[in-house]
Nanobody
Framework: QVRLLESGGGLVQAGGSLRLSCAASGRTFSDNAMGWFRQAPGKEREFVAG????????NYADSVRGRFAISRDNAKNTVYLQMNSLKPEDTAVYYC??????????????????WGQGTQVTVSS
């Protein structure tokens, strides 16, 4: 059974940092793009960051570029999201996702085949 398990969420003050982790089990994703998405209450799920299969290529939503950094460790089958200078508008449930068909990350949720259960990030002002 394939599972993506996020961790590292929590409550942080504005300006603070968090590091999210997503550990995959059940299969390896070293040949696949991975992504982070988020969903705030009453809003659609939105792309945050994506990383190519070897980690050579990354892309970010405009709202987080320069503050967030995505990385991966294929030996550990794990992808990370370092979040700095957090803002109250970053508050959301953050989801890790794996795309079984692509090596380069897509910014839409639909191509992603596997999803984690999500981890809550709350940024207080």
């Amino acid at each position: 059974q394939v599972r993506l398990l996020e961790s590292g969420g929590g409550l942080v003050q504005a300006g603070g940092s968090l590091r999210l982790s997503c550990a995959a089990s059940g299969r390896t994703f070293s040949d696949n793009a991975m992504g982070w998405f988020r969903q705030a209450p009453g809003k659609e799920r939105e792309f945050v960051a994506g990383i190519s299969w070897k980690g050579h290529s990354t892309n970010y939503a405009d709202s987080v570029r320069g503050r967030f950094a995505i990385s991966r460790d294929n030996a550990k089958n794990t992808v990370y999201l370092q979040m700095n200078s957090l803002k109250p508008e970053d508050t959301a449930v953050y989801y890790c996702a794996a795309d079984a068909d692509n090596k380069v990350p897509i910014t839409r949720p639909s191509p992603y085949d596997f999803w984690g259960q999500g981890t809550q990030v709350t940024v207080s002002s």
